[in-house]
């Protein structure tokens, strides 16, 4: 039969040698591996009592920002949703009343907006789609749940209390 690649390796069917059949330097061998890790610098930690530092880049979960008056950013514009590669952002856009512009900095805000955290890959690509700088990935790393309904995260627990900038970590 013609082979599909070229990385098909033959087996060797040759019998054992002695060496190989009593095992032992194999044995000896794998042993002086595992001993030989012993004295070496360990590459796990003693978490949550250590805490190895994140990356500069690191991303975590999302923020929903403010301005400087404390008025939500997002206008429900939807490019972060159409961004999203793993399509975990749904919102429901609502229009601004009389009286609400100290809450809601466009004439267009998000009513309802959700990201469903076991979609997200944390690519960042909303934040890079949003023109008005209205969705951050912070440095807090999603918390653990027991139901799949706690990580579909929702407005209130994405819009931040105080309004964050660039310069800020
Ligand atoms: S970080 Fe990426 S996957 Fe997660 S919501 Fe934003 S665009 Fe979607
Ligand atoms: S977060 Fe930004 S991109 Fe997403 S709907 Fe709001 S304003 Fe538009």
């Not at 690649?5 to 095992?23: C, F, N």
């Not at 399509?87 to 809450?103: D, F, P, S």
């Not at 997200?120 to 008005?132: M, R, Y």
């Amino acid at each position: 039969m013609e082979k599909l690649t070229k990385r098909s390796a033959p087996v060797d069917r040759s019998p054992m040698t002695l060496k190989e059949r009593i095992y032992l330097p194999a044995l000896l061998k794998g042993m002086s591996i595992t001993v030989g890790h012993i004295f070496k610098k360990k590459a796990t930690v003693q978490y949550p009592e250590e805490k190895r530092s994140f990356s500069p880049v690191f991303r975590g979960l999302h923020i929903l920002n403010r301005d400087e008056q404390g008025r939500e950013r997002c206008t429900a514009c939807g490019l972060c949703a159409v961004a999203c590669p793993a399509e975990a952002i749904t919102m429901e856009a609502a229009e601004r009343k009389a009286g609400e512009q100290h809450l809601y900095r466009e004439e267009k805000y998000a009513a309802r907006y959700e990201i469903n955290m076991l979609r997200c890959i944390f690519c960042g690509a909303c934040e890079e789609a949003c023109p008005k700088d209205a969705i951050y990935l912070s440095e807090t790393v999603m918390p653990p749940n027991y139901t799949r309904e706690s990580f579909i995260y929702k407005k209130e627990d994405l819009l931040i209390a105080k309004p964050k900038n660039d310069t800020q970590a």
